[in-house]
């Protein structure tokens, strides 16, 4: 990754999934996951002293394969996310004037869920190997929270 991008911020609405077809013409398919995601800039107000948000910014976020999944699946508007991926440019059609007009988008690594506004979290099954169970080498649900 050229540009490293870390965020945190707030969904716009809920995560869309898109499948698109494979250009192998295999007729496998991809999925890519699109959100917009509000990263709001927080510090000292001057007038107040106390902290708060003084800014932010707006970006579109995609993530592929089996994450774009997942975050289509249990992100919903207002979630709080963690964002790391590479910031990159993309040229787009404005609908009002026809003109080409560069967009920043981030391309997406990995999106984490921040615990914030969460109520609940269920956990499915662990899948490990037999190997595993029968020497009783833990997994991550056998570690206390």
């Not at 050229?2 to 965020?7: D, E, S, V």
């Amino acid at each position: 990754m050229q540009n490293l991008f870390i965020g945190k911020g707030n969904l716009g609405d809920s995560p869309t999934l898109k499948r698109i077809p494979r250009k192998n013409n295999s007729g496998e398919e991809f999925s890519v996951c699109s959100m917009r995601v509000y990263f709001g800039r927080y510090g000292v107000d001057q007038a107040t002293g106390e902290v708060g948000q003084i800014g932010g910014f707006w970006r579109e976020v995609e993530i592929y394969g089996s994450k774009a999944e997942a975050c289509a699946q249990f992100l919903r508007k207002g979630a709080r996310v963690l964002v790391i991926g590479e910031e990159r440019d993309f040229f787009a059609k404005d609908e009002t004037t026809n003109a080409e007009v560069q967009v920043i988008k981030i391309v997406a690594e990995d999106v984490a869920l921040q615990l914030t506004r969460i109520e609940s979290i269920t956990y499915k099954q662990a899948n490990r190997p037999a190997a595993a169970r029968d020497q009783d080498i833990p997994s991550d649900e056998d570690v206390p929270v």
